[in-house]
């Protein structure tokens, strides 16, 4: 069973969710402010130049930012490559998740979806969506700033000192949570010192190979109490295993000896292909 924590960690270090959020929200915002047609009166509020210019604006800015993108995305691997041929390849998720990488390319490809959807929507050459021009100019300015800004940070985060103190950071972040410092206070640790009587131990099972990820405590607390049995997990988050590896022992209570049951509990360790920080 895959936990909150484990989602927002595997959203947070996908390059494409949140340009592709912005990509959806822009084309919906093109959409709904191309039926938005001013007065005559108001037409200098907005854009004060005729429709072929509005379109040839729009058709710059489309074509400009798609640009953009690419030039930022190639810097981006060369970033990538540099850190995992000299540092390390773990590095390569800090830098996938890095929020201003994801927040420059999401200006950019919000730009271009916006550019584009308002074009094909320009409609009636008396009447342009000179609102949808305007904001598209803003838009276009915007993404000069993420450009600068993306290039700045990247060679910025391609120090070392820079590397070692997101990594830092990180795990500082982890070890926090794990041991419980701050507002809740330290929490106790250590087992039971013994277990109840019945049947065991029985095998739980990895139902497929790779890093554990992460632990669902409170699954594997809420199913020991309802079958009376006691739980010894001998992985942490971090280890290596194999399918149909023994991940720990269970014993349970007479007459809850049934292994199907056992193994149902088995998702509630996480095993995925790659080592988090979490």
Do not use: C, K
């Not at 093109?30 to 037409?43: H, I, K, Q, W």
């Not at 550019?115 to 000179?130: C, E, K, M």
């Not at 056992?262 to 509630?268: D, F, K, L, M, W």
């Amino acid at each position: 069973m895959v936990t909150p924590s484990v989602l927002g960690e595997r959203f947070r270090s996908r390059l494409w969710p949140i340009p592709a959020v912005a990509a959806v929200l822009a084309g919906v915002a093109a959409g709904v402010l191309s039926t938005v047609r001013p007065e005559p009166e108001d037409d200098l509020v907005f854009w004060a130049g005729e429709a072929s210019s509005a379109r040839a604006l729009l058709e710059v800015l489309a074509g400009t930012s798609l640009t953009v993108v690419a030039l930022v995305f190639s810097l981006f691997l060369v970033a990538l490559q540099l850190a995992a041929s000299q540092y390390s390849p773990r590095l390569l998720r800090t830098f996938s998740r890095d929020p201003w990488v994801q927040a420059s390319l999401a200006v950019l490809i919000a730009t271009f979806v916006f550019s584009l959807v308002t074009l094909a929507l320009f409609g009636t050459i008396d009447r342009p969506p000179r609102v949808s021009v305007a904001v598209a100019v803003a838009l276009g300015l915007a993404g000069v700033g993420a450009l600068v800004g993306a290039v700045a940070h990247i060679v910025s985060s391609l120090r070392v000192e820079t590397i070692m103190t997101d990594t830092q950071e990180d795990a500082d972040s982890v070890i926090d949570a794990s041991l419980g410092v701050g507002e809740h206070g330290p929490r106790p640790v250590g087992w039971p010192p013994v277990g109840p009587g019945g049947t065991g131990p029985l095998d739980l099972t990895a139902p497929r190979g790779g890093f554990v990820q992460a632990v669902n405590r409170s699954r594997l607390v809420s199913w020991a109490q309802r079958h009376a049995a006691y739980v010894q997990l001998d992985v942490v988050p971090g280890d290596h295993t194999l399918a149909g590896r023994s991940l720990g022992r269970v014993w349970v209570a007479e007459g809850t000896d049934d292994a199907a049951d056992v193994n149902e509990i088995a998702s509630a360790v996480l095993v995925g292909y790659e080592r988090t920080p979490d």
